[in-house]
């Protein structure tokens, strides 16, 4: 089936630097959206993207949909002790059934004050 | 605008033992998920709903899962009988658009 992979897995970072994460597929997808779950709470919605090359912030968060619809990026700027959790990746497939997200492992954040 | 709701947020039960969880989406959804979560893993499909009429159910377990929503606002998955494996967070989602999902708190299942 398909899958995303979604990378790092974690990283452990200074408080104020910034952070890359991406998710990629050999295949298409139409929607990606981008969830951060804390310990112990369901994922919690922080962008969504719609269009292929379409570039969206949320505050500190920008995230771009890749112009190949294959892949999509999340850049976290300033990061702050609160900033710690899960990121995952979620896609739609091209062609799927409607609502049928797949979504990624997730990447560890871990920032040090 | 009020979340998405789910009960208990907790259960422990022994396998071979019957569970059943509780989800309230956000008004006026119409679509409805519900995901298994297993350590360390991204959510999982298990059913989507559209009003009361299940949409995909391919990778629901159906020997022991059942989930229904009747009405076509509030729903409840039940397993039974339980194994240990079984033991996962249960995250209920919904949708205004069947794309955008917003989840639930979730239910953490431990089967011992």
């Known amino acids: 089936g398909q899958q995303l992979n979604q990378s790092p897995q974690s990283m452990f970072i200074q408080e104020g630097e910034d952070v890359s994460m991406n998710c990629t597929s050999s295949s298409i997808f139409n929607t990606w959206l981008w969830y951060k779950q804390d310990p112990g709470e369901g994922p919690v919605l922080l962008i969504a993207l719609y269009k292929a090359g379409e570039l969206t912030s949320n505050g500190r968060l920008t995230a771009q949909f890749g112009i190949t619809r294959k892949d999509s990026f999340l850049n976290i700027s300033a990061s702050i002790p609160s900033d710690v959790g899960i990121y995952f990746c979620?896609?739609?497939?091209?062609?799927?059934?409607?609502?049928?997200?797949?979504f990624g492992k997730g990447t560890k954040l871990s920032v040090k004050p | 605008e009020a979340g998405v709701a789910q009960s208990p947020r907790y259960k422990i039960i022994e396998k071979r033992q019957s569970v059943a969880f509780w989800c309230n989406p956000i008004s006026g959804h119409a679509t409805l998920y519900w995901y298994q979560q297993i350590l360390g893993q991204g959510p999982k499909l298990l059913i989507q709903f559209q009003n009361n009429g299940v949409v995909d159910d391919s990778q629901l377990p159906k020997d022991r899962f059942s989930a229904e929503r009747l009405k076509g606002v509030d729903s409840t998955l039940k397993i039974q009988p339980a194994k240990l494996e079984d033991s996962a967070v249960y995250l209920c989602a919904s949708s205004f658009n069947g794309v955008t999902q917003y989840f639930g708190p979730g239910t953490r299942l431990l089967v011992l």
């Open positions: 979620a896609g739609l497939p091209g062609g799927g059934s409607q609502g049928n997200l797949i």
